[in-house]
């Protein structure tokens, strides 16, 4: 069950929030994160020496053109770095920061809680399990009840002997194929979800079709979809038709990677489809020319040291100062952009009353 009076909250890793407070947010960043899961350390000693060197001023180009060829820049760990990039967000406007790094993804609950107390951000933490290459061994053996559970303890308990609570189930990862235990862990997130009324966020699989095939995994499960957000449709390249076709399912669905300049690369054996503010601005008009304004959630995904300022990217603060301005040249309105920045997140972001 959810805590007494969690229904309509949001609940951040220093307490419940009216959701009046939560103001202007991004829906899916990392603030401490490692995506360590994916680097693969080189054999050839010199690719060797290169790969394992602090990513610096010097060097940082040449991982930001291919983001896993250095392992440091795959750690999001410095909690000084983190409060000075997150307080860059605040300065210009930014209220709330929904850090999705789950199971896998080098979840930091306590360094969490200080980065919130440090900046006076409203941080929202995730819970449950990412993709299938990260999942501990241990997993295998768990049942969809023993996962739910899990997650269900971090809502209401805390995260371990923390006593920092989630707010989000998620990020839940998926890939090409759609592993067993990547199943398992989506059903079992339904169960939570059911159980806490907590929203449910969703990394994907690379495939249109397994995108789909994910909700209906979820809604067989009795997930709420209308309080589930599908991740990445916008560098995953999905299909016009398959952005439609989640939303018509009652989801939201996620542009995140705003201002990253990384150039495109293979990721999971797939092109990430890397590409300007200007195209998912026009992808966006076209789902607010749809109908789909109230479906839209936007943020900047960040998870490698190459998108800090401190190394040269745009940071947590770039939406606000440099995509809104661009928004409002291409035609999106005001009412619109405060729809996308407060409405729709903040509406996700709230805990649903329990259905079980």
């Not at 295998?140 to 009840?145: F, G, H, L, N, Q």
């Amino acid at each position: 069950m959810n805590r007494p009076g969690l229904t309509g909250q949001i609940q951040t890793v220093l307490g419940p929030i009216d959701a009046d407070f939560a103001g202007i947010t991004l829906f899916h960043e990392h603030l401490l994160a490692s995506m360590a899961a994916y680097f693969e350390e080189p054999t050839d000693p010199d690719a060797k020496e290169r790969a394992l060197e602090p990513l610096t001023m010097e060097n940082v180009r040449r991982a930001r053109n291919n983001r896993l060829i250095n392992r440091d820049n795959a750690e999001l760990a410095d909690e000084r770095t983190a409060i000075k990039e997150a307080l860059l967000f605040r300065e210009a406007g930014g209220r709330t920061i929904t850090e999705v790094s789950s199971i896998g993804l080098g979840r930091n609950p306590l360094g969490l809680r200080r980065i919130a107390q440090a900046t006076g951000l409203n941080i929202v933490m995730g819970s449950g399990y990412y993709v299938g290459v990260s999942h501990p061994k241990s997993l295998a053996e768990k049942t969809e009840e023993e996962i739910a559970s899990e997650i269900v303890q971090d809502i209401v308990v805390g995260v371990d002997q923390t006593g920092v609570r989630s707010g989000v189930i998620g990020e839940i990862g998926c890939t090409v194929p759609l592993q067993e235990g990547e199943r398992k862990v989506l059903r079992a997130a339904a169960k939570a979800q059911r159980q806490t009324g907590a929203p449910l966020m969703i990394h994907p699989c690379f495939d249109d079709n397994l995108a789909l095939e994910i909700i209906r995994i979820l809604g067989d499960a009795g997930a709420d979809l209308g309080h589930t957000a599908i991740c990445h449709v916008n560098v995953y390249g999905f299909a016009s038709k398959t952005r439609s076709a989640l939303a018509d399912a009652g989801c939201y669905i996620g542009y995140e990677s705003f201002g990253n300049i990384g150039y495109p690369h293979i990721y999971l054996g797939r092109l990430l489809q890397l590409r300007s503010d200007l195209e998912y601005i026009d992808e966006i008009l076209q789902l607010i020319r749809d109908g789909y304004l109230n479906h839209v959630l936007i943020a900047h995904d960040i998870c490698f040291k190459d998108f800090l300022t401190s190394y040269g990217g745009n940071g947590y603060a770039h939406i606000l100062e440099n995509t809104v301005p661009v928004m409002k040249i291409q035609g999106v309105t005001e009412r619109q952009i405060h729809t996308l920045l407060v409405e729709n997140p903040v509406r996700f972001l709230q805990f649903s009353a329990v259905k079980d």
